[in-house]
């Protein structure tokens, strides 16, 4: 279990937070490219892993 992982739910209220305030989607993920939190479209996909890309480096 990543560290992001054990504070799912502080890193799920940041990422609202930041979503609101710059009005983006956003979408973090730990080093097992699994999705922590997420806003918009991208929220129906928690705990699901996503491909590594070019965002991921």
């Known amino acids: 279990m990543s560290t992001l992982s054990q504070i799912k ?20 993920i ?9 806003t918009g479209s991208v929220q129906k ?3 699901e892993t996503t491909k590594k890309t070019k965002a991921c480096k």
């Open 9 to 28: 739910d502080m890193v799920q209220q940041l990422s609202e937070a930041v979503s609101t305030a710059f009005r983006v989607d956003v979408e973090i």
């Open 30 to 38: 730990d080093d097992n490219f699994c999705r922590i939190s997420g």
């Open 45 to 47: 996909y928690l705990g």
